[in-house]
């Protein structure tokens, strides 16, 4: 079966794949940040920061907004809600898949 999604969700994944991206949208879950605002916790330059965003803003997770010379970003969830339910399809399986697990490893420990 061929995802219909596919590239989105390849996208996303590989966007949220990278720990300092996840970082970056957690600080947008509580609003619009300037690029400057979102680099200020990190220990690396404006520019790698600014790499992470522009992999995120490829992915279609944040949105630019500039003014001036500032940059404003947004977290757009539409990307993590798709994500999201292509995870809770497997929810079901994975459920069953553990607990017929944990069976088999409590049989073995009698």
């Known amino acids: 079966m061929v995802e ?15 720990p300092t991206r996840r970082s970056l949208l957690e600080q947008l879950a509580a609003g619009e940040a300037t690029v400057t605002e979102l680099a200020a916790p990190y220990s690396v ?24 010379r500032e940059h404003h970003l947004s977290l757009t969830p539409d990307p993590m809600e798709r994500a999201a339910g292509w995870l809770v399809r497997y929810r079901r399986f994975w459920r069953s898949s553990l607990a017929a697990l944990a069976e088999m490893a409590g049989e073995h420990d009698e």
Not at 4 to 18: M, S
Not at 46 to 58: D, F, G, N, Y
């Open 4 to 18: 219909e999604h596919g590239p989105t969700l390849d996208r996303t994944f590989a966007a949220l794949a990278h």
């Open 45 to 68: 330059s404006l520019a790698a920061v600014s790499k992470h965003l522009q992999v995120l803003e490829q992915a279609g997770l944040v949105e630019r907004r500039v003014v001036g």
